[in-house]
């Protein structure tokens, strides 16, 4: 038979250039596997310490952040600065800690500190002063405040009037409070992004009025919403232009991609809203933490044992696998221009923080690109030689 004589013939080589190739495919198998999870990823304790639990946060630079933290029944806001931790907010002032809800960056590293109830503070240098929204003879509490990225002097807030009544107010650059735009769309307002120009997205809750007897009073039906606002930086109130009010659940995020896209992320479905086009649509997608990147990528978290997270990138989804299970319920995440911090708890209540470093994805694609096409490659050559010595062989016995 020409098969068995084939084996006989130098057999040492042959089974030594098919050991070779099986060696070759395991290692193979092996790289590209080891390329398939999403790279620089890390699980650490809180640099404040494990008796600091952080609620709220704001990121400036690497090493650099400002924290709302829980600790022994006490709230504190602390800063964080080349290992370096301040107490702001001295326990004896009379404001109240424990209510801030929105920590707000600025152009210039400064941060807006708002809790609804007191005035507002200002964050500059390590120091703590007051920041001027009232130019009015009205009074009203600030609950969140964005800052324009085209005129940093214009603001728009969220306020609560005299009335208890939710409302919406600016503040421009010559030192004006606008008048307010009154809350008749029963939606409680809590979030504030601005977009381009004289238009600005707000995020909320609406609470849809019961309709049978099936809804309790005590437990309202809460549905997420949002909306764009415009306003030009004048005294006429701002003007709610287009609402939109999803299903369940509420959104946590708002990210600007590229000046044009909207992506709005929520617990229950992810929007994605174009504001040049009008153009809206979803996606399927629940998350906990949603953030953008200096790479005009967006970033959305699922909750607690979640095993991948969901990247939006030039136009196009897609899912990149953990290395792990995500070990924390998040509370709280920021960006430092390199990487993605995500604060939360484990399931002991211990204080931990998982970082992505978002600037080894794209070493990681290149990377795993090219181990899949040189993986490719040699195969075929090799798998050509085997075929050419066997076709000459056959040649010869032929012969």
Known sequence: ???????????????????????????GAVLIKGTSHL????????????EHRIIESVYHDEGHYLALSYTNEDYRLISFKDGNINQLINPSLDYDVSRISNLEPLSDESVLIVNGVDTVLIYQNENIFTFKTNYSNEIFTVSDVAQSSD???????????????????????????SANTPNNENVNWQGIQHISDDLWLLTGNYNQPA????????????RPVW??????????APMIDNLQIGDYGEYHSVI??????????GTHETVIYDHTSKDISSIDYSSVAGIGDKYNSAWLFNGKDSKSVMRYDDGSWSVETLPHQLPIEVETFGFDGVSIYLHGVDDNGAPKVMTFDTSAVGSIESGSGFINLAFIIISLIMLALMATNIVEKLRKEIA
């Open 256 to 265: 600007l991609i590229n000046h044009q896209e909207i992506i709005i992320a």
């Open 39 to 50: 790279p620089g990823v890390d699980l650490t304790d809180s640099e404040l310490g494990s």
């Open 151 to 177: 005129d940093e002097q214009n603001f728009l807030m969220i306020t609560r009037e005299v009335n208890t009544q939710q409302s919406i107010r600016g503040l421009n650059s010559s030192g004006i409070t």
């Open 1 to 27: 038979m020409v098969w068995r004589k084939m084996l006989q013939q130098e057999s040492e080589h042959q089974w030594l250039a098919i050991s070779a190739f099986f060696i070759f495919v395991i290692l």
């Open 227 to 236: 909306a764009t606002v415009l306003w030009n930086g004048g005294v006429i």
């Open 211 to 222: 309709t049978s007897g099936d809804q309790s009073p005590a437990a309202p039906n809460l």
